[in-house]
């Protein structure tokens, strides 16, 4: 059973940065892709980040050139490094561990507790 911890959040202020990362158990996690999901209140869960197990990473053009995903394979972590954050970046954050099919990832291994990042304006 894979095991996802999320941490790293807060609140910041628009221009700001914070780095997310998450740590992960119960998967061969080099050779797992990776994901980072967000939701903001009373909204739909959107994938923003993805990494493949060789290092290729993808982003949502909301977050392209600004949020940077990463993964330690030594440390079973996957790191989302947000810059220039703004108040629509506002949100839960969570992470996943997965895999593509094609250019289209998907999460298999279900949804941690998140962490909530804050962005004031």
């Known amino acids: 059973q894979v095991q996802l911890m999320e941490s790293g959040g807060g609140l910041v202020q628009a221009g700001d940065g914070l780095t997310l990362s998450c740590t992960v158990s119960g998967v061969v996690f080099t050779t797992a892709a990776a994901g980072w999901y967000r939701q903001p209140s009373g909204q739909e869960r959107e994938l923003v980040a993805t990494?493949?197990?060789?290092?290729?990473?993808h982003y949502a053009g909301s977050v392209k050139d600004r949020f940077i995903i990463s993964k330690d394979n030594a440390r079973n972590t996957v790191y989302l490094q947000m810059d220039s954050l703004k108040p629509e970046d506002t949100a839960s954050y969570y992470c996943t561990t997965g895999s593509f099919y094609g250019p289209t990832y998907f999460p298999t291994s279900g949804w941690g507790q998140g962490t909530q990042v804050t962005v004031s304006s």
């Open positions: 990494i493949t197990s060789g290092g290729g990473t």
